[in-house]
C-alpha cells in the first residue's frame, strides 16, 4: 500500500482512500470593504454531495462569499477550504473539479449557443461529443446556431448552468441560478439541479427565493447582513420556530379550527374524520421567510420573483 505521509490536497486524500466528509469548510471568515463589514465570523460546513442554499437579502454578503470560496477574493481573516485546500491557495487541480456560475460570467455575446460550450469543452479538454446531449438535458437545443446576444435571460441562465457544468464539476457554485425567472424555466433548471445531485454533485446555491431554499436544498443557512443566524434542514429550521405547534383544520362549511398537536385532539379529529367534515389541515410551522423576519426583522422577498408560489415549497430532493 502506497504510503500517505503529507496530504495536503483533497485529490491526494481521496488518492490514499480517506473519506472527505466536506467538500467546503469555512470557520471565522470575515470581509470588509473600506468600512462597510460585509461577511462577519462566517462558520459552516458544506457536505459532499448535498444541495446547500446561502439564503439572504440582496446586499447581505453572498456573492462575496462565493467568491472567497472560489479564490477570486481574499477574506481578510478565517479559514476557507474547499476539497481540503485553503481556498487562498486553490490551483489546477481544485479549478478543474469546479463549476461557478455567475451573472455576466464567461458568456461570449458574439458565438453561438454550441460554439460558446466548445470553447469551455477545449479548455476543460473534455471531448466535445457531449455538447449537444448537455443542450438538450438543459433545453437550448433547437437554440444551438444562435448567437448568445439574440437570447432570453432564461435562456442565458441555462446556457450559463451548462457552461458551468461542462468539466463534470464536482462542485457547483451557483450564484442565484434562478434570478428574475418564470417559474417554469426556475423548474427546468431545479430538475438540472436535481440530477446533478443525484449523479454526486456538490452544489452551493445562493438564493433570495425562500420556496426555491425549501424546495431544493438539504441544508439551507440564512445570512443577514454578513452574519449567519440560522443554519440547518429547512423542515427543522420551520419546525424550530413553530412556537405554536397546533393544528390548523379548515372544515368544509368553513370554519377554522385550531386544534392542539397531540392526544388531546385525537378525539375530536376522529370525530372530523368520520363525518368527513374536514376540507384540510395545516401545521402551524412558520415558513423560511417567517423565520428571517422573526430573526432579523428584515424580509428575504425584497426583491424575489416567484414569490406566492406555494406549490412550489413542494420538496424535491
Ligand atoms: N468590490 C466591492 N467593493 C466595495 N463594496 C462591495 C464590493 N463587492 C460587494 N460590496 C458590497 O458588499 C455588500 C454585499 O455585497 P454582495 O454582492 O456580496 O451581496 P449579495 O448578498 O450577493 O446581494 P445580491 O442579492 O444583491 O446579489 C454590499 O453592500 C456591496 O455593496
Ligand atoms: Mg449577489
Known sequence: MRACVKKETYVERKACGEKEKFTIEV???????GKNQVLNQVSFAV??????GLLGPSGAGKTTLVKILTGQLLQDMGNARLLGRDTRKLGAAEHGQIGVMMDNFGLYDRLSVYDNLAFYADIYRVPRDGIFGMLKEI???????RAVCKLSKGMKNRLSLARAMMNQARVLFLDEPTSGLDPVTMREIHRVL??????GTTIFLTTHNMFE???????VALLSKGSI???GRPGDVCQKYNHLNKLRVTLKDGEEVLLENGGASAELMKEYLEENKIASVHSTEPTLESVFV???GTSLMDTCGGAGDAHFAKRLV
Open 229 to 231: 443566524v440560522e443554519l
Open 294 to 296: 422573526e430573526l432579523t
Open 139 to 145: 433545453g437550448l437545443y433547437d437554440a444551438k446556431n
Open 27 to 33: 470557520e471565522g471568515v470575515s470581509r470588509k470593504f
Open 47 to 52: 457536505e459532499e454531495g448535498e444541495i446547500f
Open 194 to 199: 436535481v440530477e446533478q445531485k443525484r449523479k
Open 213 to 219: 431554499a425549501e424546495s431544493l436544498c438539504n441544508r
